[in-house]
Nanobody, 119 residues
């Protein structure tokens, strides 16, 4: 059973930085894509970034490109989301998610971590 546990959220001023972590367990993730999503109050959940675990290729939403960086540490089975130049519109609950490369949807989700950016 895949388990994903996020941490690292908090309150930060506009222009600041945070790094989110997602510890993955339960299986080998070499064939997985790991993603970060976020959901702001009253809004739909939206894609933020993803990384292919095996080769480290990444993809970002336009809204975060150039400010956020997704990475993984194979030894720690952990995926990170480094968030720089944070803005109030980045305020949301951030979720880590996982899917196999052959799956069309993310099947495994973490519990989420709150990120609040004050102006």
């Amino acid at each position: 059973q895949v388990q994903l546990v996020e941490s690292g959220g908090g309150l930060v001023q506009a222009g600041g930085s945070l790094r989110l972590s997602c510890v993955a367990s339960g299986r080998t993730f070499s064939d997985y894509l790991m993603g970060w999503f976020r959901q702001a109050p009253g809004k739909e959940r939206e894609f933020v970034a993803r990384i292919r675990w095996s080769i480290g290729t990444t993809y970002y939403a336009d809204s975060v490109k150039g400010r956020f960086t997704i990475s993984r540490d194979n030894a720690k089975n952990t995926v990170y989301l480094q968030m720089n130049s944070l803005q109030p519109e980045d305020t949301a609950v951030y979720y880590c998610a996982a899917r196999t490369s052959g799956s069309e949807s993310y099947d495994n989700w973490g519990q989420g971590t709150q990120v609040t950016v004050s102006s």
